[in-house]
């Protein structure tokens, strides 16, 4: 049985960014990202092994998002904290019990040489 996300668990906002894409004058698309909206989430820190495995290896951390069923959130979405940290959203999961929470598993985007 999988237990829902209480709102009350739900202690961040989150504001969401999408990849648009329109049409250019010479047949092309140019594409940016538009904010379409802010979420309240539970963000999972990684663990300390996860953090150190990451750092050698020059690359970004995976963080779990919980956030209520039905949030429109979708695979390639940015995810930005208010601390200015940014979460590419690698891919969304519903458990067994659609209406217990929605899951994204997001990429910590980290600009080099930042912590």
Same mark, same amino acid.
């Given at each position: 049985?999988?237990?829902?996300?209480?709102?009350?668990?739900?202690?961040?906002?989150?504001?969401?960014?999408?990849?648009?894409?329109?049409?250019?004058?010479?047949?092309?698309?140019?594409?940016?990202?538009?904010?379409?909206?802010?979420?309240?989430?539970?963000? &999972?820190?990684?663990?300390? @092994?996860?953090?150190?495995?990451? /750092?050698?290896? *020059? $690359?970004?951390?995976?963080?779990?998002?919980?956030?209520?069923?039905?949030?429109?959130?979708?695979?390639?979405?940015?995810?930005?904290?208010?601390?200015?940290?940014?979460?590419?959203?690698?891919?969304?999961?519903?458990?067994?019990?659609? &209406?217990?929470?929605?899951? @994204?598993?997001?990429?910590?985007? /980290?600009?080099? *040489? $930042?912590?």
């Amino acid at each position: 049985m999988t237990l829902p996300v209480g709102a009350y668990e739900l202690r961040e906002t989150l504001t969401n960014w999408r990849r648009i894409s329109t049409p250019d004058p010479l047949g092309g698309t140019s594409s940016t990202l538009q904010q379409v909206g802010s979420v309240q989430a539970k963000v &999972s820190q990684p663990t300390a @092994a996860e953090q150190l495995e990451a /750092q050698q290896a *020059g $690359s970004n951390l995976t963080m779990i998002v919980h956030m209520l069923p039905g949030t429109a959130v979708y695979r390639g979405d940015e995810l930005r904290r208010a601390n200015g940290d940014k979460l590419r959203v690698k891919y969304t999961i519903s458990p067994s019990d659609p &209406s217990a929470y929605l899951r @994204a598993d997001c990429e910590q985007i /980290q600009a080099e *040489g $930042s912590q």
